[in-house]
């Protein structure tokens, strides 16, 4: 029986409520989950809503996000700094885009920003190359990778700059039916 | 109502209308502003009804065809470029949707997808949410040169950011604007759905919320709703179990009709004791149980049509024989009993079989499907990663999986590209010969082992029925030398024909898939076969020789030993063959592996994350330390570690 810490004020609660996907329990939840990442850095009292970032190595070492090929990308996309030092409003905000609740539209944007390796706004073969190793783990031979990147932006290059725009992006996504589905992680 | 509906959008009579000598702004509306409204409106709602309701989007009929997404976002930005012009000042030139394609790839605009342009693109989504939810637009917010045109989608470039930081503080103020008079739901669910950082949109929040009446009965019709949804839930229940209750009392009158109509034949007592044997043979005593007791007998069943007696009044008689009798009206009506039995239970059977393999490709198919529809490599490769699995082994059999599906697309598409020297398909041919050969070849010598085993077995029982047995249970307990033997084939051969199929080389897994299917099928069939002759070819055709009065009980023991031991076969198999193999044999396991040395690895890689670990904390700690240090010098670093451990163990 300890003290009884309040950690966020009521105000921060009706924040996080308004702007995220979780509710006043699942956002304790989560900040249990931060603290338990670092507890000698990350405080049990947000009242004061201090500036603790944890570094990539730490956030990608959680569970959910350890065996995940894309989980430096993720925790980068959802960083302020681009660098994957993730803040508990960063944190919270990766975990409510991903979450079951969040609209198509949202999640394209993230998932086009995530599978955008070299963040120039575009999709080339490179990113895709990229994505696709890291999604076979090197099962497949250089020349069907490179056969799979010609062919997926063939398919999906509306504009025919041999390279995906977000709009292309997310046209290819709105036809696919199990996107939402799977671009969600469970906390 | 025939006056002259006037569609011609040019603002020239937009401004008439609103500058009628008539016109009492807001309260009397000319009929053609009305007419004008009301188009406006259902063209705002169609555009928004795609837009804004994201379930909607879903469809894919309505995204069908690329090219009419081009048209929508081009037109829609040269519209909005329009639109943007008449609305704010900003916006000096009208922008065509090449050149803004050409605008957005300039590297000043690409850098991420900036702050700017979402704060504009949901300024634009909010100011139309707020006109779809009020009922009729306001004319202040049409401003003197508004043009009532289709509005199209939000600029998504950087393009109104002219004046930079400027423009931006004013789109957010707008933005904080529209939000203020959206109600609360849609205020909330605008920012949920913003990409933005959680503390940018709880500024925006707050900002909106300053003016804004922020009450508390929000939380009650969410209750209330609750509350309505389960009343309803529940009464939707009840009435539906009452209708199937009532749909159920129809049944039972024609069941209990036709019950009374046939009367069973007598239950006689069993003299046998039981042993524990009963339960793997399903004869003994249980041959004479409810096992095998039910309407069936070996005669058919014939209605007496006298002209006598009414209708209503048949009696079934029975027949000892299979022939037909002749009647008074010359009309026979029979029901053989034995093909009835034949049919309703095999019936059965193909129905279930349909319904098992239906259900179970559907759920694997959920986890391993392979698309056929056109431009799914690239969707494939974006959606086709599932972000919820986080077990090791269940990530490695996704990438597998996913490398076997895009293989096989590859090979859709790649078919006609290769080309193989002869020799090379010779080569295969032959190889898949072999193969083909061996497997039907090793079927071939199953069945007929079966067939002279299953031969050996009845003489054998024969000679153990005439001669007094000293040992019944020995006698039972050879009657499960046949299922054991059939399962141990069904269980052997199929690992055969893995074996051959590695050896083999196949252009596409699916190719390889239906193979060994339909290899296993035709075991199967060979099998099943041998067994229905035996059955009925051997121990239907002369029931006595083994000494049993109805042969139909001793196949349906027959069938209940086989599914006995083909069950006690697979859990064996599952247990020796799957768990213990992938415990002790399979790469993922580390059991058997040598205990010193990896153990040692363990520790030394522990040990190596835990150092860089803390080398990463305390970095990050410094440079923390040094910033706080520097921004306020009267902080003293001892204070904030103090607290900090204070933290930690309060």
Not at chain 1, 36 to 54: K, S
Not at chain 1, 132 to 146: D, F, I, S, Y
Not at chain 2, 278 to 298: A, I, K, P, R
Not at chain 2, 549 to 567: A, I, K, P
């Amino acid at each position: 029986m300890g003290n009884k810490q309040t950690i966020f004020t009521d105000e921060q609660f009706e924040a996080y409520q308004d702007c995220t996907f979780f509710t006043r329990k699942e956002i304790l939840q989560l900040h249990g989950r931060f603290h338990e990442l670092a507890p000698h850095l990350v405080p049990l009292d947000y009242t004061n809503q201090p500036d603790i970032r944890l570094p990539l190595a730490l956030i990608v070492s959680m569970p959910e996000l350890k065996e995940n090929p894309f989980r430096n990308r993720i925790v980068e996309v959802f960083s302020e700094d681009g660098q994957g030092n993730l803040s508990f409003n960063d944190f919270v905000d990766m975990f409510s885009a991903l979450c079951e609740t969040a609209p198509r539209e949202l999640k394209t944007i993230y998932a086009f920003k995530i599978y955008d390796f070299n963040v120039d706004n575009f999709l080339c073969k490179e990113d895709l190359e990229k994505t696709l190793n890291r999604l076979t783990k090197g099962e497949l031979t250089p020349e069907e990778v490179n056969l799979v990147c010609s062919k997926a932006i063939e398919e999906a290059d509306l504009d025919g700059d041999s390279k995906l725009s977000f709009s292309d992006f997310e046209n290819m996504i709105s036809k696919a039916p199990d996107f939402l589905s799977t671009f969600h992680l469970r906390i | 109502m025939d006056h002259n509906v006037n569609f011609d959008l040019t603002p020239h009579h937009m401004e008439a209308g609103l500058e009628s000598p008539v016109d009492e702004e807001g309260v009397h509306d000319s009929f053609n502003q009305l007419i004008e409204d009301q188009r406006q409106e259902a063209f705002e709602l169609q555009e928004l009804q795609r837009e804004l309701d994201e379930e909607e989007r879903d469809s894919v009929a309505y995204l069908s065809s690329p090219g009419r997404e081009i048209w929508r976002g081009g037109q829609g930005r040269g519209e909005e470029g329009e639109e943007g012009r008449q609305l704010d000042p900003l916006i000096e030139e009208r922008w065509s949707s090449a050149t803004l394609r050409v605008l957005s790839s300039m590297p000043s605009r690409t850098i991420g997808r900036s702050r700017g342009a979402i704060i504009s693109q949901y300024c634009n989504k909010t100011m139309k949410l707020r006109r779809r939810r009020q009922s009729r637009p306001s004319i202040k917010d049409f401003s003197r040169s508004a043009r009532p045109s289709i509005r199209g989608y939000g600029v998504e470039t950087g393009g109104v950011e002219t004046d930079g930081v400027d423009g931006e503080g004013r789109k957010r103020d707008h933005l904080v604007n529209n939000l203020q008079n959206l109600s609360l739901s849609d205020r909330v669910r605008m920012l949920r759905a913003m990409p933005l950082s959680v503390a940018e949109k709880s500024e925006l929040r707050r900002l909106a919320d300053r003016k804004g009446l922020r009450s508390k009965h929000s939380q009650i019709p969410c209750c209330s709703q609750l509350k309505y949804n389960i009343i309803n839930a529940l009464r939707h229940s009840w009435y539906s179990c009452l209708s199937f209750l009532h749909s159920l009392q129809l049944w039972q009158v024609a069941l209990k009709r036709g019950e009374r109509q046939y009367t069973p034949p007598r239950l006689t007592q069993g003299h046998v004791a039981f042993s524990g044997l009963e339960l793997l043979t399903g004869g003994g005593y249980f041959s004479d149980s409810v096992m095998y007791y039910g309407y069936y007998s070996n005669s058919t069943l014939y209605k007496n049509c006298s002209i006598s007696s009414s209708g209503m009044d048949q009696q079934p008689s029975h027949s000892p024989s299979k022939r037909t009798m002749e009647t008074d009206c010359g009309v026979k009506l029979s029901y053989n009993m034995p093909l009835a039995y034949f049919f309703t239970i095999g019936g059965a059977f193909f129905i279930t079989c349909i319904i098992l393999v239906y259900s179970m490709s559907k759920s694997f198919g959920q986890s391993f499907r392979i698309d056929k529809s056109h431009g799914i490599l690239a969707m494939k490769v974006f959606t086709s990663w599932d972000f919820k699995v986080i077990k090791k082994t269940s990530v490695k059999l996704r990438s597998e999986n996913i490398c076997t599906q895009l293989k096989e697309l590859l090979e859709e598409t790649n078919r006609k590209h290769v080309q193989k020297t002869v020799c090379q398909r010779i080569g295969r041919v032959t190889v898949h010969g072999l193969a083909w050969f061996i497997c039907i070849g090793s079927t071939v010598a199953c069945v007929l082992a079966l067939y002279y085993f299953s031969e050996y077995m009845h003489k054998d029982l024969q000679y153990r029925s005439r001669i007094p047995t000293k040992d019944p249970l020995l006698k039972e307990a050879s009657l499960l030398a046949l299922p054991v033997v059939v399962s141990l084939i069904n269980l052997l051969l199929p690992g055969l024909f893995n074996a051959t199929a590695w050896m083999e080389e196949y252009d596409s897994p699916s190719v390889h898939t239906y193979v060994s299917i339909s290899r296993n099928l035709m075991l199967k069939v060979s099998v099943l076969v041998v067994l229905c002759f035996h059955w009925l070819g051997r121990i239907a055709s002369d029931p006595n020789s083994i000494g049993l009065q109805c042969w139909e009980s001793f196949v349906g023991q027959e069938l209940y030993r086989f599914l006995l031991m083909d069950f006690i076969f697979t859990i064996l198999d599952t247990f020796f063959g799957e768990f213990l193999w992938r415990l002790f044999f399979s790469e993922g396991s580390d059991l058997l592996q040598h205990p010193g040395g990896d153990g040692q690895r363990k520790i030394i890689s522990l040990l190596q994350e835990q150092i860089e670990n803390e080398g990463e904390d305390k970095k990050f700690l410094i440079t923390r330390l040094q910033a706080i240090h520097q921004q306020k010098p009267p902080f003293s670093p001892r204070r904030l570690t103090s607290q900090a451990s204070q933290d930690s163990n309060g």
